[in-house]
């Protein structure tokens, strides 16, 4: 049983890893707190040329937004979504995901950062 439960987070882990190929730097934040919890999230990329990306495919914002409307129709109450901004990227396309984000019901997103210096 519990070699069963060790490949399940093997396979489960290596999903996780493949939406985050993408090469992507990620902005520095001095107040970022981590998440003591993972909730169901869909990570929303957005590389330096303002292209977005959903599981490393480039996705129009119409087709985000379909993709978006059913993930809160089967998780209605926690649907999350995580956007990964590269920091060279202008600040339009975010605004973009974050709109679509509303327009579909995700009130719990977030954009990410990597860990900055102290001060």
Known sequence: MVFLLLIFFLVTSEFEDEER?????????TSAVPMTSKPREVVVDID????????????PLKELELLLQKAVASNPTNQTVVIRADQNTSFQP??????????????????????????
């Open 48 to 59: 330096a040329d303002g292209t977005v990306f959903l599981r490393g495919k480039a996705t």
């Open 94 to 119: 975010v605004v973009n995901v974050m709109d679509v984000c509303n327009r579909t019901g995700v009130s719990d997103y977030s954009v990410s950062t990597k860990d900055g210096p102290a001060g």
């Open 21 to 29: 190929q993408l090469d992507i730097v990620l902005p520095s934040a």
